[in-house]
């Protein structure tokens, strides 16, 4: 996950940007599935989440990616961005511990 601070007349540029890192993604070895959110109660703030097969498809596709990045860097929040799944539950299924 990478968290951006995005002023408001910027935020369908910056949908757009985020779109074509996604879609950059999408298509590296070892994606899973990704999304673009934004905070229901501070709009300014939007994440970039991603799912890969692990720790190691998800560095080289940000090195992959970097340069289509590149133009969001000022609006990153700077905090750790990859996160190890240890617990998951959903709708209508087992619960399986993970790890």
């Given at each position: ?40 109660d ?11 097969e ?46």
């Amino acid at each position: 996950m990478i968290r951006y601070s995005v002023p408001n007349g910027q935020a369908e540029e910056f949908l757009g940007q985020t779109r074509d890192i996604l879609d950059l993604l999408a298509g590296q070895p070892g994606f899973l599935r990704g999304q673009v959110g934004r905070s229901v109660d501070e709009p300014v703030l939007w994440a970039l989440v991603s799912e890969w097969e692990g720790a190691g498809f998800y560095r080289r596709a940000l090195s992959a990616a970097r340069m289509v990045m590149y133009p969001l860097m000022t609006l990153m929040i700077n905090e750790p961005g990859a996160f190890e799944a240890v617990y998951r539950s959903e709708a209508d299924a087992p619960s399986p511990k993970l790890g």
